[in-house]
Each structure stands twice: as structure tokens, then as C-alpha cells.
């Protein structure tokens, strides 16, 4: 087996891309990467109050809960410090 070439990897990368269409098939296809984004954006916030929910959760665990997982209080202050976008 040879090893791809740049050229190779162009070709590849051509044919799997989407190409741009133009007239009235712009529009849809604009409609459809807006749409796209709004989906992710919505992904996204659902993950960040996920995330700030679980945060919420671990604070209000006691300290024998907190042991029985084998988590210190320091560990969940740290956690619970963290902005909502942070992972």
C-alpha cells in the first residue's frame, strides 16, 4: 500500500465536502446550515445547564455522601467554581 499524497488528500477532501450550490438551491442550502447551527446552539445550552445542574447537585451532597463517593468537600468547591462552559 502507498503512502496518500497531498494531491491525494485534495481529492479526497473535494469529494466528500459539500459543494456550495447557487439560485434558488443557495437559499435551501442556507436554510439548512442555519438550521444546523441553531440545533447545535440549543445542544449546547442543554449541556451547560446539565452541567450546572450536576454542579448544583454535588454542592448540596453531605460530607458522608461525599465520602461514600470518594470525593472531599475541596474537590466539589473546585468543581462547583468553574463557570457552566467549563468541562
Same mark, same amino acid.
Given at each position: ?14 469529494? @466528500? /465536502? #459539500? ?8 437559499? *435551501?442550502? /442556507? $436554510? =439548512? %446550515?442555519? $438550521? *444546523?447551527? $441553531?440545533?447545535?446552539? @440549543? =445542544?449546547?445550552? #442543554?449541556?451547560? /445547564? #446539565? %452541567?450546572?445542574?450536576?454542579? %448544583?447537585?454535588?454542592? /448540596? ?7 461514600? @463517593?470518594?470525593?472531599? =468537600? *475541596?474537590?466539589?468547591?473546585? #468543581? $462547583? *467554581? ?6
Amino acid at each position: 500500500m502507498t503512502k496518500p499524497n497531498c494531491t491525494d488528500t485534495i481529492l479526497l477532501t473535494s469529494q @466528500i /465536502a #459539500e459543494p456550495i450550490p447557487s439560485g434558488r438551491t443557495l437559499w *435551501a442550502y /442556507a $436554510v =439548512r %446550515r442555519f $438550521v *444546523a447551527l $441553531v440545533g447545535s446552539g @440549543i =445542544r449546547l445550552a #442543554e449541556l451547560w /445547564a #446539565e %452541567r450546572s445542574r450536576q454542579r %448544583r447537585d454535588l454542592a /448540596a451532597l453531605s460530607n458522608r455522601m461525599l465520602h461514600d @463517593i470518594g470525593i472531599s =468537600r *475541596a474537590d466539589v468547591d473546585g #468543581e $462547583v *467554581a468553574k463557570p457552566f462552559w467549563r468541562g
